[in-house]
C-alpha cells in the first residue's frame, strides 16, 4: 500500500505558475506509475498527466498541453506537476494517484483512465483568478 500527499496548491492570478508536489510513503515508490487528476466544482473528475515508473513515459490532456509538465523523483519518492501559463478553467482540486499494474504496451490507453488507479491523495486546491 502507499500513502500520497499533494502539496502547493494556492491562488494565482491567470497566466501565472503553480508547482504541485506529491510525497508518497508505504511501499517502493518506483513500482507505481503516477497520475495527476483534477475535479473542478459541479464537474467530474478528469486526467490532466501521468508518468511512468521510470518517467520515460509521458501523457498530457490537451487541455494541459504545453503548459503543464509532470516528473518524478524516484529517491526522493516524489511527483511533480508544473503549472505554466494557468487559465481561469484550471481552477479545481488536484489529485495524485498511484497504479501499480506494470507498464506495459497497453500503457498509453489505461493510464487516462481513473478506474486504473489504486490509490489516491487527498487533493490540493488550485485557483485561478482574474
Known amino acids: 500500500q502507499v500513502q500520497l500527499v499533494e502539496s502547493g496548491g494556492g491562488l494565482v492570478q491567470a497566466g501565472g505558475s503553480l508547482r504541485l508536489s506529491c510525497a508518497a510513503s508505504?511501499?517502493?515508490?518506483?513500482?507505481?506509475?503516477m497520475g495527476w487528476f483534477r475535479q473542478a466544482p459541479g464537474k467530474e473528475r478528469e486526467f490532466v498527466a501521468a508518468?511512468?515508473?521510470?518517467?520515460?513515459?509521458?501523457l498530457y490532456a490537451d487541455s494541459v498541453k504545453g503548459r503543464f509538465t509532470i516528473s518524478r523523483d524516484n529517491d526522493k519518492r516524489k511527483v511533480f506537476l508544473q503549472m505554466n501559463s494557468l487559465k481561469l478553467e484550471d481552477t479545481a482540486v488536484y489529485y495524485c494517484?498511484?497504479?501499480?499494474?506494470?507498464?506495459?504496451?497497453?500503457?498509453?490507453?489505461?493510464?487516462?483512465?481513473?478506474?486504473?488507479?489504486?490509490?489516491w491523495g487527498q487533493g490540493t486546491q488550485v485557483t485561478v483568478s482574474s
Open positions: 508518468v511512468s515508473w521510470t518517467g520515460g513515459s509521458t
Open positions: 494517484a498511484a497504479d501499480q499494474t506494470p507498464s506495459s504496451s497497453t500503457w498509453y490507453v489505461r493510464i487516462p483512465r481513473i478506474f486504473e488507479y489504486d490509490y
Open positions: 508505504g511501499r517502493t515508490f518506483s513500482d507505481y506509475n
